[in-house]
């Protein structure tokens, strides 16, 4: 048997070496490294993909949500809600900004937003609501969209982990990230579009913004040397964009391996006493960025050692919530407390999850953890 890891981006590769290597070689050739062909055509790939209007490359998920929220002109003391059960870009962002994170509890079968908590949260001075696509599913964003409409509040997807996901709510059949003013997914290397670097995008259906985001983007500038707003300099680079043209037409491909490896799980730990696997919602699919169990009875640590002494290792996504962590304690973060997400973060643990699980790994995973509970 392979050695198991979270992820195999070495198995993965071997698969599209041929298509990758060619791919890099034509970027080094011609030496177009910034804003080349291949930054436009991938993005204009990615956008027919996701039935979205424009794509915007940038150097990486946290700059995307940053960019994001500079584009929509948000201004120091706004209040932002969005969830603490998430990794600490997407509320480190607000900081810099001067926003406020407000943080709204999550729902614990699905690890996303609780809508009733997201509407209790909202003052006169929220201004804005960033959802983030948990593990690869979608928040409930009927909801979110609803709750924006009646408080007049921007919208801002954190799509990093869930690029590929289907939709479907009111609006028929979209794709994660596409339903706000503007989604934001990261091509972080162990990302489900994962590039061999840092990477990053930014959706948008609205024309206005999109120029305000390159702008943004760009310095803040249209006109070379000529500065309307204040920007930052945030680009996707042409080699990282020549491989994610290559992986973006294996992306449906790999959510499949990915929701084989899940159904494996869920079969195999079905009737586990003290153990919950992942919820579906009924309306988003899920393209498993992780495979996210419950363990109860504060048997998590043990479980998670038990499977290291069997070289399969798991990962706890996330241990401390946002609200928990000490940069983001104290005077200019109101504090408050999120039952749901101070359980599940004494609770989490993901089991490896990837393209490249083959059925002698996945036996070797589901027998590990069985032996553990019985
Ligand atoms: C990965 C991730 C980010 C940040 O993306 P980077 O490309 O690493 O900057 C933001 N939010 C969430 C939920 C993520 O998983």
Do not use: W
């Not at 990962?315 to 200019?332: E, S």
């Amino acid at each position: 048997m392979k050695p198991i890891q979270m992820v195999d981006l070495v198995g993965q590769y071997e698969k599209i070496k041929p298509e990758v290597d060619a791919a890099l070689h034509e970027v080094i050739s011609t030496a177009a490294f910034i804003n080349g062909p291949q930054v436009k055509a991938l993005e204009q790939e990615l956008a027919e993909y996701l039935k979205v209007k424009h794509v915007i490359g940038c150097g990486n998920g946290t700059d995307g949500l940053q960019v994001a929220l500079m584009a929509l002109g948000l201004k120091p003391g706004d209040e932002v809600i969005t969830a603490s059960f998430t990794f600490v870009a997407t509320v480190e962002v607000l900081a810099l900004l001067g926003l406020v994170p407000v943080f709204a509890d999550v729902l614990p079968g699905t690890f996303n937003l609780d809508p009733a908590d997201v509407a209790r949260k909202v003052t006169p001075k929220t201004k804005a609501i960033v959802p983030v696509h948990l593990f690869g599913q979608s928040a409930d964003m009927d909801a979110m969209l609803a709750i924006a409409r009646e408080y007049n509040l921007y919208v801002v997807e954190d799509a990093c982990q869930s690029i590929g996901a289907d939709h479907s709510g009111s609006n028929g059949k979209r794709k994660s990230g596409t339903l706000g003013d503007i989604g934001v997914t990261s091509f972080f290397p162990s990302k489900n579009l994962g590039c061999y670097g840092d990477g990053g995008a930014l959706f948008t259906n609205d024309d206005e913004l999109a120029m305000k985001i390159r702008r943004v983007c760009n310095h803040g500038s249209r006109q070379r040397y000529y500065h309307e707003t204040v920007g930052v300099n945030s680009r996707l680079d042409s080699l990282q964009a020549a491989v994610l043209r290559v992986k973006l037409k294996h992306l449906d491909e790999y959510a499949r391996a990915r929701n084989a490896a899940a159904t494996v799980y869920d079969e195999a730990f079905g009737g586990l006493k003290g153990l919950t696997t992942p919820g579906r919602s009924s309306f988003s699919s899920h393209v498993f960025h992780q495979y996210t169990l419950r363990v109860a009875g504060g048997r998590r640590d043990a479980l998670k050692k038990h499977l290291e002494e069997q070289g399969i290792p798991a990962m706890i996504y996330y241990p401390v919530p946002c609200h928990l962590q000490d940069a983001y304690k104290g005077d200019r973060f109101p504090a408050g407390s999120l039952p749901v997400t101070e359980h599940l973060a004494a609770e989490v643990l993901s089991l490896p999850m990837s393209t490249e699980l083959d059925a002698g790994q996945l036996q070797h995973i589901t027998r590990a953890v069985a032996s553990f509970f019985n």
